[in-house]
Each structure stands twice: as structure tokens, then as C-alpha cells.
């Protein structure tokens, strides 16, 4: 097979060298190309306008990360195969596949119950087939069923070539400068032992910055309160535009994004109904916010102004409590908006939303981040840490929010 | 009036304070907000995948700059009152509203020969309507009718701050670092002599750096023969889908495009009815390809090739020549697609184009980029140079292109 | 006075004006142009050889973002006069100016029993002498007795223009990303309230950030095992050069070091004699290690040996315990290594040194960072952070080391 | 042999590995540790505080490059044994270890007509015996007697890794961003043909900005006018102690220094004598600073105002002019200063020098940049170029200077 050698530009890493025909023919198939159309972080551009950013470069950039990890952990004496760094580079490549338009926020609304992650799996398990079987070991890895299991925790962990890809991604886009985590770093303390993936002794203080990066990017970004606000209203508008349809209302849609709004597809469908896949991959964000621009000017006045809040940027205003809202407070809310605009309750309903926004810096329950330490000893990160930070890793941050028109 | 302190973050600038009410009011009329939706470079992101950037961006970047400038200028002694001020930044903030869908690509096909600037004024004069007037002096500054033509000269000459901004946008997100330009030493050696903007001589290497940094911005990114391939399909897409409208094809089109295709709008027609620019506001990027990814499934065999290859970026091959391709050269290629897609000439034609990249590094016969020398002397900067390169300033660098499909 | 505008250049920061007449001035003074030749980590570029950054840049820098608080905090309606301003820039600009060569080491070893501080005093009122009462205010200041405090906040507290700058530089020049803290934003979140410096509640995710940037920066630079080394080695060299001195041995001298050696200034006298302050001037980073080139070559083979572990980067072991090393421990080392070198085990205590490395990351029992939120309270850091890092916040970590040669 | 990797951090390109033992020995060796005590850019941190960089660095970043620019060629199949690879390492890293104090300028003052090159290669031959022969092939790559002589030409020709590291390293420690290179570009453009260093026709872009690069670093670093001023006044001053030691005066001297002004060793004797290199190995910026310090408390005037000029920074004027200054002009400003200090005009004629600053942006003459064209052709920059820059390419900038006191 001809070298197709690839040079991609990141303002991030510099170059990225597309080395392997088999990640290049990914790269360039209609379901990989599908991601150049889904921004990685949807609507919060309308926060921070940097942030502009799409999945298909995140996934070139987590790929690329995967192939220096793995050069680190070679040099290391770590035994990974040919075949295993080709495998682990497309599984990473691939893991995000299956995001839909606007990314997490939709999920469960157009496929329903369908986590974004069964949707990459069976993404990949398409792309095996025409790729005869190329893809097995990727499948595995990405899957956790390779043996080598540290392969899988470099896809998915808490230290994985993702989130180091998205968080420093993030934080060059948005302008955050709070989110830099030191890269270089961790990359070069990155081991393996037992086959686990694990962290040599000097990148502890690395380690312990890349979670608190992490926190803050969630609370400054992906939690920040206005894009709260613009996510809850994406799918109050989804909710109105599928109550339109439900009453027997004549809304304009497209017909890509109609077929799964009106059917209702479920899990099991997708396995049984090859054409949904396929259908699925003529979604994107184009798709949803043409739709949104229309119905700005629907004769429905609850949907055009919703859309029209989100087109002009007019968002809603977010309170935060430490308890969830009750009934009673939406119901005020309500109330007064039914007054302000003269609509029903009812239809002040899809005004009012409100929602949970957590964060937990460190989860020691689930897998962990293990400090390899110079006398030979495996360490939960929470132990082998001075840092008091880490006194109570598992409490969970939690702000209940509202949003209301302002 | 209420104080609406805004700070917006930007990755290139850290952030950005919106102090003036009259600013912040412009960012949040929807005539503004179109911009989030029309990217800076366009169709670039299929060569750059990091130039997801927008209008809406630049915009407010090189209104920034313009505040950062005037304080620079009074610094130095130059009078410009609070309200000059603000007008100048008004002026840079909208000089590119007019922009349509895939910025300068489409211009010309959209509104029939209307020129994005003459939108730009038609934009401001409306919205000057809408704020009681306050935009005249805005005005009269982006016309070039204002007394104090430093002014203008800042919005608009060889080195104003819509040219540093984009310079040093496009630079950072497409991650080609040739176009960074001294930025900041540029801004700090601005000055004001005979009204006119000049450059003080210690800033004379800055300069020309910053002329070679944008030659070489053009041929690495703007004239990049895979950017013109591009542009070229998009083109070739719109004159196909028109071609089968006045053949009295159905196809689908979103309405609000619909207006624009059919009625073949003209220039004059922008000043006689003020509902055209409210319809040219609908449109933006999302716009047009949405109607792209129906069109790449439509029944015309042509028009489906076209959209699919910009879709999942099959891109056309470019060639150049030091002299235009000759009809005799486009019909061979006709010929042997006809023969390779069975389809006939006619139709081929529509997959090959041809074009000229030009670029001229500086501009002498233009307005000169003026150096205060120590002594007092007013120079072009042509002769201020000790540098050859400037010997033949005015020579333009040609390349005509032809695209086929690969 | 005629202007003397001068701009200096910084990697960090773009460009620094000089606009004030007074702070040229200053600049120019020989007793501020000394602090070109005292690094600002001192022996840390043995570890970090980018880390070669001196005292006379992170002066200017801070003063540069003491000029950048000041706009911040007047553009929020806090009064601060012209000369506030020029005293403020004129305190932080000379807030180190009493350090002597590798800054913190020696301190107490030149002129003993005298801390920097008080040397930066006795710098500010010899100045002040000189510019005939211009730096009044500044000493107030600086000292905490001017009316408005949060100007001495700004000079020093938990969160001065001190400390950020000091962080982003030293972060900057070793290479160490993590040290990076939100620089843009923590300084647009400066407020006044009550006579208070004080952040603005949108900057608390920025404050927590620059705490936890700062505890790495000193496990992973200031306090790096390997700088410890150095610098205790230091120190030893220090003690043997005395030590023969004290015993009539003849020991190569540059005569402005000798003059502090052998007369073992006190506190004291610097207040009696005015002479002192102009011979501790002529003390630098070049003076000592000069010394210390030449006492490689030293006749007494304990001061050659530990100068050519300085000169050469031999450097000693460093380990760490948490409770101090006993007698036992030490004696036990220098045992080993008389047996080792053959000398004395008084001469080989020289080669033995143990201390305490310690750190606080938020001191919550000094001057605490106030929080201004929303509603109008002030409430401390601790409790104002969602953060559960700070739910112990005046854990000091400690960590005893010993070093031993190789 | 044990393995000694060792990361190193650097600012510019984050980690440098250092994997083989030889490179790790060397850098261990006193004689690389000594270019810890020599500044990159001598005086230059006069002008631009930052630049306090040192050879030590330049030298490590130039092997760093060395190392992915092999990677690079060997990816295009461009055949490099192991063994290569670490003697063209070798070679980069030690191409300047020659350097005496404050680099260029003392050249042929401290060593009578012994270029820095020569000291280099003769540093190399006496670590070659000391480590039994393992530099024999550095030595041949570096002296150009190697067969494969485009290693030597990624050592030293118009586009080496030396000239890369040193351009992007002064212009990010100057702040000077108008040095910025496209490295990573040109380094993945790099090839080899016909046994010779080429770059691939897509970087050539990449190589005209850097061409014009360097030609602005000369302008605005190197040969700035302050700095030639600071240049000029230390060689004045070598020129004045040597004058009063030759005159029979008592100077105040470092005995390392005296040996070389006392005993003017010649070229000849360096390689007759093999205590000279050891003796010259003890020479750095430090040993120079301590006497100046000295000397400008020394009782000869003249002597006394120039090392005061260069410790406080009073420097001279510097004007141009594009032909040489003439005795006349010279002797006139020494009259005139004869007059203003009440000195001789012999005292007075060590205040005025002048010289000659010239830079050539690209040297056709010697060694070409070629270019590899995708036709397989191989072509001179200038011919590969569509640009005018370098129509006149051999044309030399000159500028005459003369520096008087201010």
C-alpha cells in the first residue's frame, strides 16, 4: 500500500504526522469527516467565542498524544507491538465517534437511550467490516477486553490521551488559561506496571495540577453558568418542537433530523436496522441550528422565542442553590412568567428549566490514579500525594440550578 | 445609561473589556450575532482543521486593537476626543457585517454585484437609524469623510487593525506561525503626522516583517491551492444548483437561500427596499450547507458529485501556471471526464474551473505605509527600507489555477 | 523635566513603558542597576538552566503589573491619585532592592541578622535623600503606614503584584507549566472593599488556581531536592571560607566580599554607618562566584572540594524524612566519609548539611484573600471556595532533608 | 554502562531527553559545564533585560534539534546509523564550546588571532582522548571530512540547527518576536539528495521567513546600536588595562584573566602547549565582571569612567552613517571630549571607536539553501522563490558606526 503520509497542522502540538495508512483512511471516511461538522463544545461558544473548536480535530489530537505516550512508554521497556500502537491510536481516533449534533446535550434526545458511546462502538464495529477486520484489536482495546490492559486505560481512565487532549484543547480555545495542565509532563512520567498504567513518583505534583485544571475547567467552562443556560435551552427547544409535532402541529424540519424526531428510534433498533447508523451520520450541528434559525420565525410563539433567545443570544439568567429546586419555586416562576407574557402555564413551562451540575475532582472509587514510586511501591494518588487537597478526594461538588428568561 | 461592563475572553488577547455601551449594544444586535455564524476563512477548516474561527471574533479582536491603538496615539500627543474614540471603534467593529455566507467567496453570487463593503455601510446606516444617529461619525470615519483621516486610515489602509487582527488570528488558529507578526512593537510605534497614520522609524523591521508575514499568510493559507480548490467547488456547486433552477429542476433549498437564487437581487434593489438587508441577515454558513448536505444526495448526478466532495472533502486537484489556462486546456480536461463519468460535456464543465491567486506584498501606488524618521522626514517605506526586498515593490506575484477532479 | 519614555521589552509581557520620570530614574540608579547581576533564583539554574532570569526583570515586572492593578481598580471607581500611583510603582520597583548575591541564601550570612527587607528600607530612604523626599509616600507604603492600605496589599499580601509576577516568571524562565497561573484574569478580579484588596467573586476558581500554581512551584523549583542541595552547598562553602579565616589561614578574597567577612557587620551598624549600604552594594552574584571559581583551586581540600562541586555541578544527595534528621544521623554520614576522603570528621561536616523544607499553601491565620461576592459579603478564601483543597488550609507541609556528597 | 537519561527542561521545546551515555558525559564534563558562565549574547541583556541566556542552553538546544531532525530524515529514508546520529549530536553540541567570555567579542582579543572555531575543534580532540577515541567521527563531522557531508551541513551551513536553535532561543529570551521561525515547518521540510542537506519545495516559504528573520534579529538584537555601543565600550576597556599594564601600571587583575593579557599567547602555542586550553577553560563572563567592577574604582580615569559606563549603564551614543568614519570625523569628537573631561587626547581616543555592522540575509556565494522540487529538480533559493526579496540577494547591508559618551 502507497505511503499516504499526512501533515496536519495544530495550533496546539505544531504538526501532526499522519504516519499509518489505516488512520489515514480513517480520518478521511464520511463518518470520521461527520465530525468536522459537531463543535467539541457546542453551544458554550456562546460564552467564550474562541471556543469554535470541532471533535474531528480533538480526535487527531488525542491520537496524536496516544502515539508520543506510546513512544514514552517504549522507551521505557514497556513491550507494545506494531500492531497494538496502530490498534490503540484508532481506537482513540475513533472514541468520540458517536457524538451527535451539539455533543452531550442531546444525547438520549434523538437516539433514545443511547449513550454517545455504544454509537462509537458500533461505528467501529461498521468500519471493521470494511476495513476487513483491521479494526478487531482497536474494538478490543477500546472495550477493555485486550489483554494488555493499560492499552484501554490510555483510551479511558482517569488519565487518559482524551481528557488530556480536551483539556488542554479547551483551554487553548476558550482562552482559559486556567486550564493548562502540564502536558509534556505527564507524558513523560506516564509508566506501566502490573499492566496498569500508572504515573512514575515525579509527576505526582503534575498529576495533582491536571485535576485541579480539571475542576476549574468545569466549573469556569463546561459549568459555567451561561452555558447552562444555553444547553438547557437547546433542549427546551427540542422538548417544544416534539410537542408541536406530538399535538399534530405542522413544523418546519428538516428531513434528516425528522426521521429520528418523529420515529422515535430506540437502542435496540440500531443493532437490528443497519440504515440508522447511517442515518444517524447525516446529523450534525448544521442540521439542528438550521432548523432553529427557521423556527425562530415559527407561528408558535413559545418555540419562536426560545429560538429566537438562542440565534440572538438573549440567554436565560442561572441561579445556583444547594438543594434542588422544588416544584413550588418553578411553579412560581411560571406563574409570573404566564403574567408577564400571557401565554399559558403550560407553555411557560418549556421557560423553565432546571438541572444538576457536579463535579468530582478525583473519584478514588473508581479506577485509580496509581503513583509508581521510587522504593518500588504502587500508591493510590490520594496516599502517595502530600497534599491535603486530596484529604477528601470523593466529595462531590453539586449546584442545583435554574434558569428563567431575563 | 447604565454601565454594561463586559469582558469577553480571547485566547490571542487574554480579554477584552467592553467598556462603552454604545460597543456592547452593536456585539448584541442580531445584525452582529450573524457573525458567530459566518466563519473568518471560510472553507479553509477543510485544509486547517483549527480555523473554526469567526467574523464575530475578528471583529471584536480588531476593535480591541483599535482601543489599544488610541491610547498608544494619545499617549504620543495625538488629539482624539472621547466621542472620535468611540466612533472608531464602532467603524472597525462592523467594517465587515456585511460579510455573507463563506465571506468573499460567494460575494457577488448572493446580492449581484454588491460588494461586501457597500453592505458593510448599507448595515451601519441602518443601525445608525436604530441608535438615534449615534453611528454618523462612525460612519463618516469608515467613508473617509471624516476631517481627522488618521482615523480612517487606522480602519482602513496597508496596516490597519483590521489587517494586524486577522494577520495574527488566522495565524494562531490555522497554527501556521509564518504569519505572526510584532504585533504589539507594531501598535506601539504608531503615530500621527499631517493627519496622516505613520509608522516611527524604530518600527521600520516590524513593518516589513509584517509584509512578509502577510505575502506568506497568502500563499500558505488564503491562496492554498487546497483552499481554492474548495472555494472553487462551492462556486461551481451555486452555479449548478441555478443552472438546474433555470432548467426547471426541483431542488431543494432552505426558503430564506430560495429568496436570493431565484430573484437575482441587484445592487440597486439593496437601497429601494429595506427588507433585502433584513433577508440577507438570515443568511450565514449554516444556510448554505445544510442545503449542501441535501443537495449531495439530490437526484442530479452532477450537483450530488459536487456537494459530496465538499462534504467529505474528496477535494479537486490544482495546478498552476504562470499564464491563464487556455479554453483549449479546460476542454481537454472536459473531455476526458466525459469519457471517465459518461457524463456530457456540458455537465463536466461544471468540475473543472480555473482562476488566478495573486498577491502583491505591498503596494506602492496605493496608499504608502509613511515612516517618521528621527529628522522629521516623512518616507514611503519603500525607501525608509534598507531592504532590498522592497526594490520592486509593486511587482504582483500571479499563479492561475486550474481544479479537476482527482 | 523632559519625558523620558522608555519602553522595555519582556518575553512575558509584551512591552513595559516607562512613562513616569521618577521610575526611570530609578532604573537608572546604579543601586537598582546592581540587581542585573543577582539571579533571581539563584542557584537554581544548576537544575533549570533556563532559570537564569535576575532581580532587576522581576522588579520591572511587577511594578508593570502594579501599573496594570492601578487601571484595573480605578476603572471599578477605586480613587487612586497620580501620586498613590507613582508611590505604589515606586514601592513594588524597590521591594527586593535589598537583596544580596543569590538572593535569599546568604541572607543573614553578609550582613548578620539583617533581613532583605530591611535593606530594601535602608535602599528606599537613601533614595529618598537623593530625590529629595519623592519616595514619602513610597516607604509609606511599603512599610504600611500609608492611610489607604490595600496600596500595601498590592505591594504585599497573599496575593500581591509580588508574588504574580514572581510566579509567571520563574514559571516562564524554568520551563515549569505548571507554575502558570491565570494572570489576565486574577488581575481583572482586583477589587477594593473596606479599605481592602479584595477579588471579585467571578475570580475565586483564579484565586484557588494561583494558591495550588504556587505550592507546586515550590516543591517542584523552589525547594527541588536538587536546588536544596546547591544551595546548602552553598552555604558550606560560606562556613569553611570563614572557618579558615577565623583560623588564620590565608584564603584567596575579592576585597568587597572580605570587608563584610571579616568584619561581621550587624544590624546595627547599618543604620550608624552610611558607608555600609554603599559597600553591601557592591555586592553581587559575580563577586562571590568569582570566589568561588578561584577556591576551587584552594590549598585547603575541603573548600576545593566543595567549590568544584559547585563550580562543576557535582552535586550532593539529597534525601527527605518527615522529622528533622538526629545527630545520630548526621554523625553516622560524616563517619562514613572521613573513612571515605581520609580527613578529619570536623572537615567532613562541612560535606554534611541538613535543613527543613516547608510550605503553606494559603496562610489563613495572616492577612487572608477576601472574596467579595455578589451579595456584598467579604468572606474568606476558605470559605468562600466550593473547594474542599482548603478545608484545611494551614496544613504546612514539612520536609526534612539531609544532603551528602555522591 | 548504566543508563543516565536525564530530562532536561526548556522553555522553548518543553523536554529534552538526554538518552545517550556519551552526550550525557560531555555535558557532565567541566569543560561544557563552563559555558554555564557564558551569556548567549554577551551584553546584549543591556538592551534586552531577558536575554540572560546562556551557551550552555544554545548548546543543548541545538542537540535537541540535531535529534528530531535525524528522526525527520530518517522517516524519509535517509540512511543514518546509530552511530552517526550520536556523533552529529556530539558535533552540535560542542560547536561552540570554544567560546571565551562574552562570546564574539573578545575573540582574538584574549587568544591572539584564534577564532572560536579553532578552540572548539581543539576542546573536541582533548575530549576525544579522554573518552579513547568516541569523537573521532564528530570531529570529521564537524571539520567537514566526513563522507556524508550533509551532516556536517546540519551542523554548520546556512540553515544548520545552530542557526535554528539560536534565532528561536534569543528571540524568545529578548522578547523579540519578530525572530519567530516556523521551526517545526522547516525541520519536517528537511531532506537529503544527492548527498546534500535540501528542503522540500513545500517548506520554501518557511526558509524565506526565516531568512528574513534572522535578517531582522541582526538589526534589532544583534547588532542594535545599544548593543554594539556595550560591545564596543568592553573592548575599549581591554584596550585600556592592557595599556596601563603595558605602560608599567599597577591594574588590579583575576590572575586566570592576567596570564592571557599579560602573556599574549599566540594561535601556535595552543596546540604546542596543552595547559593553555586548560587555562582558557577557566575564563568566563564571571572572571571579566569581577575585574570590571574593580577597575572602575581604579585610580586611572579613564579606566575608572569606562567600567562605571558598563556596570551602571551609561552607555554611549552610537550614530550611523553609510560610509566609514573618518580620522577627521573621529579626531574631532576626541578634541571635543578632551576639552568636556580635562583629559589627553590620547585618554580621550579610548571614548570614541567606531566599526562596521553588516548583514547579508542570504549568501548565494557561499554554501545555497537548495531547494527539492517536486519534479525532482534541485534549485537555488533565489530561483526557487517566487519572491522579489531575493532578486538581489548577495547585496550586503552595511552600517558604519561611531560610539561617543553621551
Redesign the interface.
Given at each position: 500500500m502507497a505511503s499516504s503520509r499526512k501533515?496536519?497542522?495544530?495550533?496546539?502540538y505544531?504538526?501532526i504526522n499522519i504516519?499509518d495508512e489505516l488512520i489515514f483512511q480513517l480520518i478521511?471516511h464520511?463518518y470520521f469527516?461527520r465530525l468536522?461538522?459537531i463543535?467539541q463544545l457546542g453551544l458554550t461558544?456562546?460564552v467564550?467565542?474562541?471556543a469554535?473548536?470541532?471533535r474531528?480535530?480533538h480526535a487527531?489530537g488525542a491520537m496524536h498524544l496516544m502515539h508520543r505516550a506510546i513512544a514514552v512508554l517504549r522507551?521505557k521497556g514497556v513491550e507494545i507491538t506494531e500492531d497494538e500502537a496502530l490498534s490503540a491510536k484508532a481506537a482513540i481516533l475513533l472514541h468520540d465517534i458517536g457524538h451527535g449534533p451539539f455533543s452531550h446535550v442531546l444525547e438520549d434526545t434523538i437516539l433514545i437511550g443511547v449513550h454517545h458511546e455504544q454509537l462509537s462502538l458500533a461505528y467501529m464495529h461498521r468500519l471493521n467490516g470494511e476495513f476487513n477486520g483491521a479494526l478487531e484489536q482497536a474494538i478490543q482495546i477500546f472495550s477493555d477486553t485486550y489483554p494488555k490492559r493499560f492499552l484501554h486505560q490510555l483510551v479511558s481512565s482517569q488519565l487518559d490521551m482524551d481528557r488530556l487532549d480536551y483539556l488542554t484543547r479547551d483551554s487553548?480555545?476558550?482562552?482559559?488559561?486556567?486550564g493548562?495542565v502540564?502536558?509534556?509532563?505527564i507524558i513523560?512520567m506516564l509508566n506501566v506496571r502490573e499492566d496498569q498504567l500508572v504515573i512514575d513518583e515525579k509527576g505526582v505534583?503534575?498529576v495533582?495540577?491536571f485535576i485541579?485544571?480539571r475542576?476549574?475547567m468545569y466549573?469556569?467552562v463546561y459549568l459555567h453558568k451561561t452555558a447552562l443556560a444555553a444547553d438547557g435551552l437547546l433542549l427546551s427547544i427540542m422538548r417544544r418542537a416534539r410537542y408541536l409535532v406530538d399535538g399534530g402541529k405542522e413544523v418546519f424540519m428538516?428531513?434528516?433530523l425528522a426521521y429520528f424526531l418523529k420515529n422515535r428510534i430506540q437502542a435496540h433498533e440500531l443493532s437490528s436496522d443497519p440504515t440508522i447508523l447511517d442515518r444517524f451520520n447525516?446529523l450534525?450541528d448544521?442540521?439542528l441550528?438550521?432548523c432553529i434559525?427557521?423556527w425562530k420565525d415559527d407561528v408558535d410563539p413559545v418555540l419562536a422565542y426560545l429560538c429566537n433567545s438562542l440565534?440572538?443570544?438573549k440567554l436565560p439568567a442561572t441561579r445556583f442553590q444547594e438543594t434542588p429546586f422544588s416544584d413550588e419555586q418553578k411553579d412560581a416562576e411560571i406563574k409570573q412568567l404566564s403574567g408577564r407574557f400571557n401565554w399559558t402555564e403550560e407553555d411557560c413551562s418549556f421557560l423553565v428549566y432546571s438541572g444538576l451540575a457536579a463535579n468530582e475532582a478525583y473519584d478514588s472509587n473508581s479506577e485509580k490514579i496509581l503513583i509508581n514510586r521510587k522504593n518500588g511501591e504502587l500508591m493510590d494518588l490520594v496516599h502517595a500525594s502530600?497534599?491535603?487537597?486530596f484529604?477528601?478526594p470523593n466529595?462531590v461538588?453539586r449546584?442545583y440550578f435554574l434558569c428563567t428568561p431575563k
Open positions: 501533515i496536519i497542522n495544530d495550533p496546539i505544531g504538526f504516519d478521511e464520511p469527516q468536522r461538522r463543535r461558544g456562546l467564550y467565542p474562541g469554535t473548536h470541532t474531528f480535530h487527531i522507551n487553548f480555545y476558550t482562552g482559559v488559561s486556567e493548562i502540564g502536558l509534556e509532563r513523560h505534583y503534575s495533582e495540577k485541579v485544571a475542576r476549574l466549573w469556569q428538516l428531513p434528516k447525516e450534525d448544521i442540521e441550528y438550521a434559525k427557521y440565534i440572538n443570544r502530600d497534599n491535603y487537597n484529604s477528601s466529595r461538588v449546584k
